[in-house]
C-alpha cells in the first residue's frame, strides 16, 4: 500500500509543478538551434516501431483504424535545482519520467486507435513561463522547444504520413507548440484536409486564435478542435480573470453544449494502479474552465486537497477521450 501512495504522490507532485505557468496559445515563434534527427527511433518516445512498455496496459478494445495520432507532452523539466533552460532527451531519467508519466497517463488515451507518434523534445524548463524569465532565456527556450516538434513533425510528414488522416493531440506546454504546429502547417493548407481533430488541453485558447480551424461543439464533428482547462468545483486560479476567463471550453464527457453532467455519464478515468474507474466524476463548465468534483477513486481523501487538477486534464477522462476520439475518427473516416 505505501508504494502505491507514493506512486500517486510523485505523479502529483511532477505535473502540479507546472500549474505554477500561465498557460495560453499567444507566442509567435521563430525557429532556433539545430534539430533533432528523428531519422534516429530513440528520439522518438512512441513510434509504430517502438513501443514503451509503459503503454503495455492499454488493450485492445475495438477497431484500429488507418490514421496516425501525433502526440506532444507537456513540460518534463521542472526541478528548481535544474539550471538549464531545456530538457535533456539524452539524460535517461528525462526519458524515464516522460514515459511514466506523460505517455503512460496521457498519450495511452489514444494509444492504438492507429499509429501513434509521440517525438521526445527538448522541452522549455517551468521558469520558462514566467514573466520574470522569459526574456531571459524562456522565450528562447520556448521557440527552441517547438523547433524541435517542428522538425520531429516534418520528419513525420515526410517519411511516415503517406496521406493518413492526422489527430494533433497535446497538453500544457505541448499544446501551446500544437497550436503553432496546426498553424504552420493545417490552417488554409491542403494538410487541413486530413485532420480528423485536434485534442489542445491544458491551454486557454480564446476564440480569434485560429482563423479557419473551428472549435467542435458536437462529438461528431471533424475538422476542428476541442480545448479544457479542469479546476476544483467552486475554486479558480488565480490568474483566472487574466487567461481563462472567456476562453473556449469543451465539456469533455459529453462534447456538446452542456453546462453539467452526472456521475453515469463519465465513462471512465486511469489511475495509477492502471486500473479504469467509470461514473467516477461529474462536471460543471463555467466561463473558460472545467469544474470537476473529487474523483471517486482510492485514496480520494488525499486528492480532495488538490484544487488544480492539470495534472490530470486528460487522465480524468481518459475513456470519454478514447471513445469520443473513436467516434470522430469513424465519422472522418465515413466521409472520405
Same mark, same amino acid.
Given at each position: 500500500m505505501k508504494k502505491k501512495v507514493n506512486s500517486l504522490t510523485l505523479l502529483i507532485s511532477l505535473f502540479? +509543478?507546472?500549474?505554477?505557468?500561465?498557460?495560453?496559445?499567444?507566442?509567435?515563434?521563430?525557429?532556433? *538551434?539545430?534539430?533533432?534527427?528523428?531519422?534516429? +527511433?530513440?528520439?522518438?518516445?512512441?513510434?509504430?516501431?517502438?513501443?514503451?512498455?509503459? +503503454?503495455?496496459?492499454?488493450?485492445p478494445d475495438g477497431n484500429t483504424y488507418d490514421v496516425d495520432v501525433f502526440y506532444i507532452h507537456p513540460t518534463i523539466t521542472t526541478? @528548481?535545482? %535544474?539550471?538549464?533552460?531545456?530538457?535533456?532527451?539524452?539524460?535517461?531519467?528525462?526519458? #524515464?519520467?516522460?514515459?511514466? *508519466?506523460?505517455?503512460?497517463?496521457?498519450?495511452?488515451?489514444?494509444?492504438g486507435l492507429g499509429r501513434?507518434?509521440?517525438?521526445?523534445?527538448? %522541452?522549455?524548463?517551468?521558469?520558462?513561463? #514566467?514573466?520574470?524569465?522569459? @526574456?531571459? $532565456?524562456?522565450?528562447?527556450?520556448?521557440?527552441?522547444?517547438?523547433? %524541435?516538434?517542428?522538425?520531429?513533425?516534418?520528419?513525420?510528414?515526410?517519411?511516415?504520413?503517406?496521406?493518413?488522416?492526422?489527430?494533433?493531440?497535446?497538453?500544457?506546454q505541448g499544446t501551446l507548440h500544437a497550436g503553432q504546429l496546426l498553424k504552420d502547417f493545417f490552417e488554409d493548407q491542403p494538410l487541413q484536409k486530413q485532420l480528423v481533430a485536434a485534442y489542445l488541453v491544458g491551454i486557454a485558447v480564446k476564440d480569434h486564435y485560429f482563423q479557419s480551424i473551428t472549435f467542435m461543439?458536437?462529438?461528431?464533428?471533424? $475538422?476542428?478542435?476541442?480545448?479544457?482547462?479542469?479546476?476544483?468545483?467552486?475554486?479558480?486560479?488565480d %490568474?483566472?480573470?487574466?487567461?481563462?476567463? $472567456?476562453? +473556449? *471550453?469543451?465539456? @469533455?464527457?459529453?462534447?456538446d453544449d452542456q453546462k453539467a453532467t452526472t456521475y453515469d455519464q463519465h465513462k471512465g478515468l486511469t489511475f495509477y494502479d492502471e486500473k479504469l474507474y467509470p461514473n467516477s466524476v461529474k462536471i460543471e463548465i463555467i466561463d473558460g474552465m472545467v469544474w470537476t468534483r473529487t474523483p471517486k477513486v482510492p485514496k480520494r481523501f488525499w486528492l480532495s486537497f488538490v484544487k488544480d487538477y492539470h495534472f490530470a486534464d486528460i487522465t480524468i477522462f481518459w475513456k470519454d477521450i478514447r471513445e469520443n476520439s473513436r #467516434?470522430?475518427?469513424?465519422?472522418f473516416l465515413a466521409k472520405r
Amino acid at each position: 500500500m505505501k508504494k502505491k501512495v507514493n506512486s500517486l504522490t510523485l505523479l502529483i507532485s511532477l505535473f502540479l +509543478l507546472q500549474s505554477c505557468s500561465k498557460r495560453y496559445l499567444s507566442s509567435v515563434y521563430q525557429p532556433i *538551434t539545430a534539430p533533432i534527427d528523428y531519422k534516429d +527511433l530513440e528520439n522518438w518516445a512512441v513510434h509504430p516501431q517502438n513501443k514503451p512498455s509503459q +503503454l503495455d496496459f492499454v488493450k485492445p478494445d475495438g477497431n484500429t483504424y488507418d490514421v496516425d495520432v501525433f502526440y506532444i507532452h507537456p513540460t518534463i523539466t521542472t526541478s @528548481p535545482k %535544474d539550471n538549464s533552460w531545456r530538457g535533456n532527451i539524452l539524460d535517461e531519467n528525462y526519458r #524515464q519520467a516522460t514515459l511514466n *508519466t506523460a505517455i503512460k497517463y496521457q498519450c495511452s488515451a489514444w494509444y492504438g486507435l492507429g499509429r501513434t507518434f509521440a517525438p521526445f523534445y527538448r %522541452d522549455a524548463h517551468i521558469r520558462s513561463f #514566467q514573466d520574470k524569465f522569459k @526574456p531571459v $532565456g524562456g522565450d528562447a527556450a520556448l521557440q527552441s522547444a517547438y523547433h %524541435d516538434i517542428k522538425s520531429a513533425f516534418q520528419y513525420y510528414l515526410k517519411h511516415e504520413n503517406k496521406g493518413r488522416p492526422i489527430l494533433i493531440v497535446s497538453h500544457s506546454q505541448g499544446t501551446l507548440h500544437a497550436g503553432q504546429l496546426l498553424k504552420d502547417f493545417f490552417e488554409d493548407q491542403p494538410l487541413q484536409k486530413q485532420l480528423v481533430a485536434a485534442y489542445l488541453v491544458g491551454i486557454a485558447v480564446k476564440d480569434h486564435y485560429f482563423q479557419s480551424i473551428t472549435f467542435m461543439t458536437k462529438p461528431d464533428e471533424t $475538422g476542428g478542435f476541442v480545448t479544457w482547462n479542469t479546476y476544483k468545483r467552486k475554486h479558480l486560479p488565480d %490568474d483566472y480573470e487574466q487567461w481563462y476567463k $472567456g476562453s +473556449l *471550453t469543451t465539456n @469533455p464527457i459529453t462534447w456538446d453544449d452542456q453546462k453539467a453532467t452526472t456521475y453515469d455519464q463519465h465513462k471512465g478515468l486511469t489511475f495509477y494502479d492502471e486500473k479504469l474507474y467509470p461514473n467516477s466524476v461529474k462536471i460543471e463548465i463555467i466561463d473558460g474552465m472545467v469544474w470537476t468534483r473529487t474523483p471517486k477513486v482510492p485514496k480520494r481523501f488525499w486528492l480532495s486537497f488538490v484544487k488544480d487538477y492539470h495534472f490530470a486534464d486528460i487522465t480524468i477522462f481518459w475513456k470519454d477521450i478514447r471513445e469520443n476520439s473513436r #467516434q470522430r475518427i469513424e465519422a472522418f473516416l465515413a466521409k472520405r
